[in-house]
């Protein structure tokens, strides 16, 4: 602020002495520091959400009623990044049976923006009556000593909201998914949230029948397909590995994990 104090004095110089120059150069002078003064500050930095999977635990094998083998598994997409991620879904009309999506993004001045997302929204019947992101959560099974995949998640629709704590001292903010007859929908984790999905829940499984003995690598990746801004892309995803033998599945090693 000294520029702006010192300004009536060069004015004043600039009167007594006459020189068209020198007045000249004082106004110059006088509308470049304004123009400093007055120019906007640098734009706030966003605050950018970071997904990935904690461990992929309770690993069981369960034998249904018509023959078919199941590797079940719970699984948890958590937000490990410096601001939440929130989800916008929106459709026309009721008989449109999915809804586009937009991302909003939080700056530390506490402003946002919206950015379109490839992300699609569907309503699920499996049980759970609400509003699903496709396919945010995918998964692969391997066999690990040749490579080979031999299976992938049943599940394709995720919702997620503050339902496990993963750090956070804040109470669950993002706690609904919609209902059914919803034009509009939003969900999200907070900083330090996760979502559970237990491997009782309805397609939480991998199909294993006819999968023989052996080591295999299940892992699991958040936003695979990078629909999402995030502080992080290359932190998504953890994988156990495990051996089959008499039925039952055995953790042999973790993998990278949130």
């Not at 299976?151 to 609904?176: I, L, M, V």
């Not at 932190?235 to 993998?255: E, L």
């Amino acid at each position: 602020m000294r520029s702006l104090a010192v300004l009536p004095l060069l004015l004043m110089r600039a009167t007594d002495s006459g020189s068209l120059l020198a007045r000249g150069l004082i106004v110059l002078a006088v509308v470049l520091t304004l123009a400093a003064l007055a120019s906007p500050a640098g734009a706030a930095s966003d605050l950018l959400p970071d997904l990935g999977m904690a461990r992929l635990t309770d690993l069981k094998i369960e034998r249904t009623p018509d023959g078919r083998k199941l590797l079940r598994f719970s699984s948890i997409i958590v937000n490990v990044g410096d601001g939440p991620i929130e989800i916008h879904g929106q459709r026309p009309d009721t008989a449109t049976s999915t809804m586009t999506t937009v991302q909003r993004i939080f700056d530390e001045a506490g402003e946002h923006r919206d950015v379109t997302t490839d992300a699609v929204m569907y309503f699920g019947g499996d049980g759970h009556n609400h509003w699903h992101v496709r396919d945010l959560e995918t998964f692969e099974l391997k066999h690990l000593r040749k490579g080979s995949k031999v299976g992938t998640g049943a599940k394709h629709g995720f919702c997620f909201s503050d339902n496990y704590g993963f750090g956070s001292e804040q109470g669950p903010y993002y706690t609904g998914s919609g209902q059914a007859g919803d034009l509009q929908v939003t969900m999200g984790l907070s900083v330090g949230w996760g979502d559970l999905y237990r491997y009782s829940l309805p397609d939480q499984y991998i199909d294993i029948t006819g999968l023989g003995r052996g080591r295999y690598r299940l892992t699991g990746t958040a936003d695979a397909d990078n629909w999402f801004q995030e502080s992080d892309e290359a932190n998504n995803f953890t994988r156990v590995d495990f051996r089959v033998r008499h039925g039952r599945a055995k953790v042999i090693g973790y993998g990278p994990s949130a």
